[in-house]
């Protein structure tokens, strides 16, 4: 919105800020390059195509070396599986009220842990990007506060069973999914909940799916090759195995 105060001149800190945010304008256009993020249209519908693969190509080095650095591999992420020094990583950024996000969770995601996380080859690391709603960012920190007790994979399990988002994520609903999750203190999943740590950490992970372009839910990067969609197994078992390989050269 417009506003009637003339702005100060910017100090070479803001300039610098400034520049950094171009950067990532630029960062997130190369990224769009790779392939279209565009995976379900804001209203959960499938955008045209249904998703992309990217394709490797010669000009993308760059850029995908720049995406290939937001793996954070850090220890005791309590968001993600897999091996900390995992040679693949796969960031998936996604929304607990969208439906092919559950698909993904529930019918591709399994297969993924079994064949290449209990392997070693695989670390998934989760990045909540809520774009429905309150009821999504109520979901968003409320699936944190359960991963501050180590329950997060069993509150992820929960939160996309079949059904379960039409039931809703209202604050009575979170608490029968913390249950369900088997969270053991619900007092303290409360207030991690409302806490500015759950807070922080959701924004941290807003800002970078928006500052690569994801606009749609589900997104992937696969180590640093985005996906876009619910793609099939097979799929992502082609982008894993050659990341797989690549690692090994």
Known sequence: MPSSTRPSRPSSRS???????????????????????QATAPDDRPARGGGAVSQPRSEDSGA??????????EAGDRLAVGRQDAP????????????????????????LIRKYVEDGTLRIEWRN?????????????????AGQQDRFQQ??????????????????????LAREA??????RFSRDMAGEAAAAALARDREEGSRIGVASTPSFLVNGR????????GAFAAVIDGAKAEAAR
């Open 15 to 37: 300039t610098g800020k400034t520049v950094l945010a171009c950067a990532g304008v630029v960062l997130a256009a190369a990224a769009l390059g790779l392939a279209s993020w």
């Open 64 to 73: 995908r070396a720049e995406l290939l650095k937001l793996a954070r591999r």
């Open 88 to 111: 693949v990583v796969l960031i998936e950024y996604s929304d607990f009220k969208c439906g092919y996000c559950g698909k993904f969770a529930r019918d591709t995601e399994p297969e």
């Open 129 to 145: 990007f809520p774009i429905f709603g309150e009821e999504s960012e109520a979901a968003a920190k409320a699936a944190w506060a």
């Open 155 to 176: 509150f992820h399990a929960a939160a996309y069973a079949p059904g379960a988002k039409e039931k809703g994520f209202g604050a009575e609903r979170l608490l029968e």
């Open 182 to 187: 088997g969270v053991p203190d619900l007092e």
């Open 226 to 233: 985005p996906i876009a969609g619910a793609q099939p197994y």
